[in-house]
């Protein structure tokens, strides 16, 4: 509880249902905090919300999809190898080596509860990949200084450059990008726009179907191409969503790009993909570099 005593429930309970678990039924501070942040405090919140997670039955099948999408997209395994084993191996926690995780536009988990919880969720992805917190990267525009802080305190990387998701993965990566605009998405597979880096990839965040579906197919083709091409020949296993939850990790897929499928692209497909510009889009969902003057 914070000290504004004020409470939230990410989803109503119906009238005479019974009671959910205590999760996410906790304060919101409604206003952002101007006043310094208490460092040792906010850490302590995101690992009492990490103790909370760890404690769902959703929290399980989240850690195996990811484990399975690991061995599946990044190991060297036969063709031909037994789906039976690639889970086998997801549940013993072997993801790969080596593995580097980004996030991008958590939130101001601070003060936003859905954004403690997808950080939590973030750190505990770390735990079951065995990636070093030191390896995960993490950047938004809208963290504070002291977030800034409390983010280093638990032992994560924050970057101080806006990439605008345009980051190049020269190993396995994974992607973690909870609720980001289209344009984030859409500039890193530009950015990796080909069939040595796509495979690389992890990503954590949007279903690019659900993107698909709620958005008019002239618009996603123009101003998204890169989502558009890469929708039909991505693997997307959708991660489970309790009702309660349901502001915090709706429309959550694993998505990966398996070599075989991306073959199934002409070759002109990975011919000189030109920059996205979003000319046609005046309310881009993702704030933009600065540029020099």
């Given amino acids: 509880m914070s000290d504004t005593g004020e409470e939230w429930q990410v989803a109503r309970r119906r009238k005479g ?25 906010t ?37 031909n190898e037994d789906p039976a084993d690639q889970l086998e191996k997801g549940r013993e926690g072997r993801l790969c080596p080596h593995l580097e995780c980004v996030c991008y536009g958590l939130g101001s988990f601070s003060s936003c509860t859905s954004a403690r919880y997808q950080l939590a969720m973030l750190l505990l992805l770390l735990d079951a990949g065995q990636i070093p917190l030191k390896d995960c990267s ?20 924050v970057l ?55 958005t008019i197919e002239r618009e996603f083709k123009r101003d998204y191409s890169y989502i558009s091409q890469a929708v039909d ?12 939850v349901i502001d915090v990790f709706s429309d959550t897929a694993v998505i990966t790009f398996p070599t075989s499928d991306l073959n199934r ?15 046609h889009c005046p309310d881009l969902e993702i704030i933009q570099r600065k540029t020099q003057s």
């Avoid at 984030?184 to 990503?203: A, D, F, Q």
């Avoid at 692209?265 to 000319?279: G, N």
């Fill in 17 to 41: 249902a019974a009671r959910k678990s205590n999760l996410l039924q906790v304060s919101v501070a409604s206003t952002c905090c101007q006043e310094q942040l208490d460092i040792g405090k």
């Fill in 43 to 79: 850490v302590k919140r995101i690992r009492d919300t990490v103790s909370e997670l760890r404690c769902e039955d959703f929290w399980q099948e989240w850690k195996e999809q990811l484990l399975v999408a690991g061995p599946a997209s990044l190991s060297k395994h036969p063709e």
């Fill in 138 to 157: 993490v950047y938004d525009p809208a963290f504070s200084t002291g977030e800034r802080d409390a983010l280093r305190e638990l032992g994560l990387t």
């Fill in 160 to 214: 101080t450059e806006n990439e605008e998701g345009k980051r190049l993965a020269t190993k396995p990566t994974l992607f973690y990008m909870m609720h980001c605009g289209k344009a984030l998405y859409n500039n890193l597979l530009w950015k990796n726009w080909s069939t040595r880096c796509l495979p690389l990839m992890i990503i954590v965040g949007n279903s690019f179907n659900g993107m698909r579906d709620r």
């Fill in 233 to 244: 020949v991505c693997a997307e296993r959708q991660l489970p969503c309790p009702s309660r």
């Fill in 265 to 279: 692209l002409p070759q002109s497909t990975w011919a000189e993909p030109p920059e996205p510009q979003y000319q």
